[in-house]
């Protein structure tokens, strides 16, 4: 079967440059053509002449978006109808983040008006929540619910067949059915993850028109054991953590350095240095290989020590980007991040004493926020000074215990816009203790304390990591 992957545009309305291609996307498409299906990955929110931005102007630019999702005849939805008329699928699949609800529905619309015989199938995040509600929408047909390629492949199967009855049985699917919603049972998540073939890069659309290094996003892991009431990292990916082996991810860089000459590498796992005997494994076989590669991760300050952090700058690691979120400890608890701010302490010493470039993520906004805690978040900035700071408003994701507790208050219903819900906006009704133009306000402060810190930093010690300038 002819199958059309979509990651629908979002960044995109505003000029910026979503770093990276959809991976997730590009696996199952791989999955999908070792089945023997014809499948292409078409990135909307992908524009080669896009700009690197700061956090505000992304944040002045949000209205774009909003102006792009209701404009009928924007040059992104023509681009897209004729992109679906020339592939011509029997399939399209579609991955939808929240805030990317509506544009995805406006994507599926489109398949629709291009061909109604369509199957519109939609997963990812968003969905894998809300999978009735989004069968309300009657140009979307199925809903992928959790872990995608297994699922997807067994869909497609089902389809190609032409046997809707045996739909029943493809577990993590939920679809309609003499107009009520049916959902299967879930599905496990894949016990090996070694079985996947590698990326089907050559699937995405323009793929020329990528560089380098927007290939080197590498997943070695999937999964999460913390409870952050703010992530939604398990609800795809479940608390239990699966890795791939190191064999396995050395011989997926080895690939793209060969074949896309990527040499630097973003690891995605949600936790990199959890396992200290796979990370001391990854860096001995870089190492042994001379790979001439360099290589950045995300992970938690306090799973990080000093032989683990000469052994990662050994092997080429040039950024370790740090989940802080918060300087306040009243604010960590309410995330329930279970994170000592010693921890942190010792963290940002060792990394600092070992010269390798790091960078903190600061999440403000949450609901119990204050002015006194931000206050004590900038203050504890300035004490570890990192040499680059990433910003983020609070935005609630479906599933996650703080998104429930904002249920609960009726901050959030059936009704809500996600395409509102962007980490870069300026106004939020979700902090207990401030109107939406006091916390505005206070954002406009912070992102100019952060702007100031990473170019202090950057004439400082120069910026050694490509992507955080």
């Not at 524009?47 to 630019?61: D, F, G, N, P």
């Not at 990370?279 to 799973?303: A, F, K, N, S």
């Not at 683990?308 to 092997?315: F, I, L, N």
Request: proline letters at 4%; hydrophobic letters at 40%.
């Amino acid at each position: 079967m002819r199958v059309l992957l979509i990651d629908p545009p979002f960044q995109r309305f505003m000029g910026f440059y979503r770093y990276y291609y959809p991976l997730g996307l590009a696996s199952i498409a791989a999955v999908l053509r070792q089945a023997g299906h014809e499948v292409a990955v078409y990135d909307a929110d992908h524009l080669e002449s896009a700009e690197t931005l700061c956090w505000t102007a992304v944040a002045q630019r949000h209205e774009e978006f909003l102006k792009g999702l209701r404009a009928q005849d924007h040059p992104l939805w023509r681009e897209a109808k004729e992109v679906v008329s020339g592939f011509a699928p029997d399939i399209v699949g579609i991955t939808v983040l929240s805030v990317k609800a509506s544009s995805g529905a406006r994507v599926a619309a489109i398949c629709k008006e291009v061909n109604p015989r369509i199957a519109v199938v939609v997963g990812a995040d968003h969905p894998t929540v809300f999978p009735a509600r989004t069968l309300q929408d009657a140009n979307i047909d199925f809903v992928v619910r959790g872990e995608g390629e297994a699922t997807m492949a067994d869909l497609v199967a089902c389809l190609q067949d032409g046997g809707r009855r045996r739909l029943a049985h493809v577990a993590g699917l939920s679809y309609r059915e003499g107009g009520e919603v049916r959902h299967n049972a879930d599905r496990e998540p894949i016990p090996d993850l070694d079985v996947l073939p590698l990326p089907a890069i050559d699937s995405v659309m323009q793929v020329d028109s990528y560089r380098p290094v927007d290939f080197g996003a590498v997943m070695g892991s999937r999964g999460c054991p913390y409870a952050c009431t703010f992530c939604g990292v398990a609800n795809l990916w479940s608390r239990k953590v699966r890795y791939r082996s190191v064999a396995n991810v050395i011989r997926e860089m080895e690939w793209l350095h060969e074949t896309y000459g990527t040499e630097y590498f973003s690891f995605r796992d949600a936790s990199f240095t959890l396992s200290r005997e796979r990370v001391e494994e990854l860096c001995r076989e870089i190492t042994r290989r001379e790979m001439g590669i360099r290589w950045e991760c995300l992970t938690r300050p306090d799973l990080l020590d000093e032989p683990m952090v000469e052994a990662m700058k050994q092997s080429g690691c040039a950024t370790i980007r740090i989940g802080l979120e918060s300087g306040s400890e009243m604010i960590l608890r309410h995330m329930k991040k279970h994170l000592d701010l010693d921890a942190v302490r010792r963290a940002a010493r060792t990394l600092t004493e070992n010269g390798l470039y790091w960078s903190a993520y600061l999440l403000f906004g949450t609901p119990m926020e204050t002015r006194e805690t931000v206050e004590e978040t900038l203050a504890f900035v300035r004490e570890i000074n990192p040499p680059f700071l990433t910003l983020a408003r609070f935005a609630p994701i479906p599933g996650t215990e703080m998104c429930d507790e904002l249920a609960h208050r009726g901050l959030i219903c059936a009704d809500t816009d996600w395409s509102m819900e962007c980490n870069q906006r300026l106004r939020s009704h979700y902090v207990y203790s401030m109107t939406e133009e006091e916390f505005e306000r206070t954002m406009r402060e912070v992102a100019a304390f952060v702007e100031a810190h990473n170019m202090a930093n950057s004439a400082r010690i120069g910026t050694r990591d490509g992507r955080l300038k």
